[in-house]
């Protein structure tokens, strides 16, 4: 019977990666990520998991915050979503995680890499396919790192080969994509036949308390739930200010119509610029929704409506390629 826990459930993430007792599979997950010259031997979780921090319905951060034991700080987080800013958000934490590790008085020489991780369930950057990208501090013409600076990384885990046939020949990173997607739908004894090194085999017994622990399996159903619910609402929030965009575009535009209509005739200016008002408005809000600067609705409406019937069919097709 499948465990049907997933990992990227934030209550399940956190237990799995968060508990001390669990650090063996933490470090794989961050020695897979990182490839480092030297293995991470030692962590310590600076957060780590408790049943408090998931008592309310909210949706919380997802993240582990760790420091290995040649000083670095690191911080790994599961996102099951992108949305806008998303980016942005992760060079702040990762500034944060810099800039955190000194108290007054303490010498700048004594900083430690801060190495900021985002595992994605969805694809983030959708014009290229590959799949680990590493950010870090770098000159661009001749090449030179700040070793001891800020790193970001990001993970899609969709963008890996998680074939079952092929997983256990798959590089590690291509093995901890295939768990943190696909082991709710495997019994616990398939799973540990797939993945049988110690890091996978601590993660999968993580799993199994989960799934069979009454508290702890009430806890992952809040979690999921609150999960679900979270997505919905977001949306429902699109399609609400998508159709309320649309009644702003075609209200203006009847406006607009109206204006050309005493020249060119009443009846036929409003029906143009109903249409071309809702093309507009349609624009408007999913440029929104891209996090793009908004075109006004009087700069839309210069536009022949097969000039708007083309940034809109654009603007879908991004909108689209995001849910995937």
Known sequence: ?????????????????????????????????????????????????????????????????ARDSAGRWLNIEMQVSVYSGLVERLVYYACNLYIDQL???????????????????KPLFRDSRQAHHRFQLVDRESGRELPRGIEVHTVELTKYNLRETTIGQASKIEQWAFFLLDADQYDS???????????????????????SKTKDRAMYDQREKAQRDYQWAMQGAREEGLAEGIEKG????????????????????????AATGSLAGKIQVLQQLLGEAETSMEDLLQHEDNALLAMLAELQERIRSRGD
Not at 250 to 273: C, D, Q, R, V, Y
């Open 103 to 121: 108290t007054a008085g303490q010498n700048y020489a004594n900083l430690q890499p801060a190495i900021s991780i985002c595992l994605l369930s």
């Open 250 to 273: 075609i209200e203006k535009g009847i406006e607009k119509g109206i204006e050309k209509g005493i020249e060119k005739g009443i009846e036929k200016g409003i029906e143009k610029g």
């Open 1 to 65: 019977m499948p465990l049907g826990i997933k990992p990227t459930v934030d209550f399940a993430f956190k237990k799995i990666f968060g508990s001390p007792e669990n650090v063996q599979a933490l470090m794989g997950l961050l020695n897979a990520i990182l490839d480092l010259p030297h293995l991470i031997v030692d962590v310590t979780i600076l957060n780590p998991f408790s049943h408090q921090e998931f008592s309310q319905d909210k949706l919380i951060v997802l993240d582990v915050r």
């Open 189 to 211: 004894e398939r799973l540990r036949q797939l993945l049988p090194d110690l890091e996978f085999q601590q993660a999968i017994k993580m799993i199994q308390e989960i799934a």
